[in-house]
DNA sequence: TGTTGTCTTGTCAAACTATGACAAAAATAC
DNA sequence: GTATTTTTGTCATAGTTTGACAAGACAACA
């Protein structure tokens, strides 16, 4: 249901691995993970991070899919009719820009 | 500090309100809305949707605004080094047309 | 069929966060 | 000075999320 949580189980697949590992590593359950992978439950930042490492991917990447997620939760609502949400967005992005120049003067 | 509060305020100085009114038409008290005002407290969608009722403005430009601090506030920390935040927006975005063009099928 | 290992689901207390109320201080106006 | 508006600090309450546990489902296979 979401795009990350099946991007770790499809990496998790590729790889090999239990659930029960993936759990030891994050030091949870494998009920946890199981959720996670369902998009029931949502990763925490230090947790995005173990997985990267765990599976060897880009950290960076895997955590602009965990954020994407998190932002298009805040949207979700409004995502329905029209333009709110993507004028979100945009509003969002001039905020971004806007404080990476600041730091860059 | 936040676009939102920000507009509030001005909004409000505009029509030369006191926050007084503002607080009575969201049945609040007056600490709250200044704290609205200074981006100490979020707004809730009901709040923002009042408060264009009461300032006469646009309700979706007023929810975008609203909606995009709200986005920022997830991406805020991250914003910082590279693009993990500019990406984790690409993500959000593909979501919404997907799920747009799911709707129009 | 029974056993073993893996994954899933339901439930819940504890941790965490946010809201909005109140009181008291600060600022502004008169 | 007083009166009015705005700000700040503190806090109980409500609301949400996490992760632990127990029990169930499913699959493989002897």
Known sequence: MS???EHIRSLREKRKIRQRE??????ADTAFIS???KGERQARREQ???L????NVDKEELLSLWLGEKVYDVLKNESAKGGV???ALKVAENK???NN???TK
């Open 35 to 37: 959720k996670l992978e």
């Open 101 to 103: 120049k600041k730091k």
């Open 96 to 98: 971004i820009d806007y």
């Open 22 to 27: 993936v759990a030891a590593c994050l030091k």
């Open 3 to 5: 795009q990350f949580s």
């Open 48 to 50: 995005v991070l173990l």
């Open 85 to 87: 949400a993507k004028q």
């Open 52 to 55: 990267a490492e765990l599976f």
